[in-house]
C-alpha cells in the first residue's frame, strides 16, 4: 500500500533560521511528490512537486524540496523562515489512481 | 486563470437534517473533481473523485454521496448527517489525466 509519513507533528523554529519539514514516502515505482501549505481555516495551497529530473525542487515563496530516492524522502526546506510561514504544511504523493496520498501534516511555528 | 469555488464557508446543522455542499471550478474543462475531508485539522480523507460529467468513484463508503450534474460542478450530499460528519470539507480539481490538485477554500460543517 502506498503511504506518506511525516514524522514530526510540530516543527519550532526562530525567524531567519533555517527549516526542515521531514516526509518519507512508500510508493511503487517512480513516484510523484507535492508539498501543500494550509493556513488556518483555508484550503491547501499548492507549494511544490517533484516529478523527474533535478533532485532539489524550488517552490512557491522560497520554499524548495530535496527528493532522496535511497532514504525514500522528500524533505521541504527554507534557508530563512519567516514568522508568515507559520502554518501546517502537507507532504503528498501521486498514485497513478487519480488520488492523491497525503501524510498527517506538520505544523510549522517560526517564533519572533 | 482557473477558479475553485465552495459554499457555504460555514455551516451548522443538527443530526438527521439533510446536507448539500457546492463546488465549482472556472477557466477549465473537463476537469477531474474531488471531495476531501479533514479532521480534527489534520489528516486529509478522499471521499469521491469524478473524471467526469455523472461518472463518480467513491473511495469511502459512508451516509455522504457525491454527483456531478454539470462539466464544473461538483455536489456534496446527505439525507441525514451524523456527529461524525462534522469537519471541514475540501473540494480540489486538476487537469484530465493531471496530477497537481488545487483545492478550494473548504466548507467548515458542523453538526449538533
Known amino acids: 500500500a502506498q503511504s506518506v509519513a511525516q514524522p514530526e507533528d510540530q516543527v519550532n523554529v526562530a525567524e531567519g533560521n533555517p527549516l526542515t519539514v521531514k516526509c518519507t514516502y512508500s510508493?511503487?515505482?517512480?513516484?510523484?511528490l507535492f508539498w501543500y501549505v494550509q493556513y488556518p481555516n483555508r484550503g491547501l495551497q499548492f507549494l511544490l512537486k517533484?516529478?523527474?529530473?533535478?533532485?532539489l525542487v524550488k517552490g512557491s515563496y522560497g520554499f524548495e524540496a530535496e527528493f532522496n530516492k535511497s532514504q525514500t524522502s522528500f524533505h521541504l526546506k527554507k534557508p530563512s523562515a519567516l514568522v508568515s510561514d507559520s502554518a501546517l504544511y502537507f507532504c503528498?504523493?501521486?498514485?497513478?489512481?487519480?488520488?492523491?496520498?497525503f501524510g498527517s501534516g506538520t505544523r510549522l511555528q517560526v517564533q519572533p | 486563470s482557473q477558479t475553485i469555488h465552495q459554499w457555504p464557508a460555514t455551516l451548522v446543522q443538527p443530526v438527521g437534517s439533510p446536507l448539500s455542499l457546492e463546488c465549482t471550478v472556472e477557466?477549465?474543462?473537463?476537469?477531474?473533481l474531488y471531495w476531501y475531508r479533514q479532521a480534527a485539522g489534520r489528516g486529509l480523507q478522499l471521499l469521491f473523485y469524478?473524471?467526469?460529467?455523472?461518472?463518480i468513484s467513491s473511495e469511502v463508503p459512508q451516509n455522504l454521496s457525491a454527483s456531478r450534474p454539470q462539466d464544473r460542478q461538483f455536489i456534496l450530499s446527505s439525507k441525514k448527517l451524523l456527529l461524525s460528519d462534522s469537519g471541514f470539507y475540501l473540494c480540489?480539481?486538476?487537469?484530465?489525466?493531471?496530477?497537481?490538485?488545487?483545492f478550494g477554500p473548504g466548507t467548515r460543517l458542523l453538526v449538533l
Open positions: 480540489a480539481w486538476s487537469v484530465t489525466g493531471g496530477e497537481t490538485q488545487y
Open positions: 477557466g477549465t474543462s473537463n476537469p477531474n
Open positions: 517533484y516529478i523527474t529530473g533535478d533532485n
Open positions: 503528498a504523493a501521486y498514485t497513478g489512481r487519480r488520488a492523491l496520498t
Open positions: 510508493v511503487s515505482g517512480n513516484p510523484y
Open positions: 469524478s473524471v467526469g460529467i455523472g461518472q
